[in-house]
């Protein structure tokens, strides 16, 4: 299984970006997926995830009603729309598949494994 993320970049504070992540490998549409980020210096943490259905999504509360998670299990793609992003925003965000197929609540890195290489994202203030 491969995860190739993409879509970061530099924005300022207010503005909008949109990730994705492209899967191959494996049936894409049999597990969850997940974007976590990484701020310098911090452990990796739990940003969103969505079922394999795309029915049940689930969001960290910092980003709660700004991040939409959505996934096109057609083109094996996830995506994270972000909108009104903030300087605590930055970070490299990753892309992950859930471990088990299993419907779960999947919030921790251990929950996961597979990874994409990140995409990073800065936003200035």
């Known amino acids: 299984v491969q995860l190739q993320a993409s879509g970061g970049g530099l924005v300022q504070a207010g503005g909008s970006l949109r990730l994705s992540c492209a899967a191959s490998?494996?049936?894409?549409?049999?597990?969850?997926m997940g974007w976590f980020r990484q701020a310098p210096g911090k452990d990796r943490e739990f940003v969103a995830r969505?079922?394999?259905?795309?029915?049940?999504?689930d969001y960290a509360d910092s980003v709660k009603g700004r991040f939409t998670i959505s996934r096109d299990n057609a083109k094996n793609t996830v995506y994270l729309q972000m909108n009104s992003l903030k300087p605590e925003d930055t970070a490299i965000y990753y892309c992950?598949?859930?471990?088990?197929?299993?419907?779960?609540?999947?919030?921790?890195?251990?929950?996961?494994?597979?990874w994409g290489q990140g995409t990073l994202v800065t936003v200035s203030s």
């Open positions: 992950a598949r859930s471990r088990s197929a299993v419907f779960g609540t999947y919030r921790s890195v251990n929950d996961y494994n597979y």
């Open positions: 490998g494996g049936p894409f549409g049999a597990y969850g």
């Open positions: 969505i079922s394999r259905s795309g029915g049940t999504t």
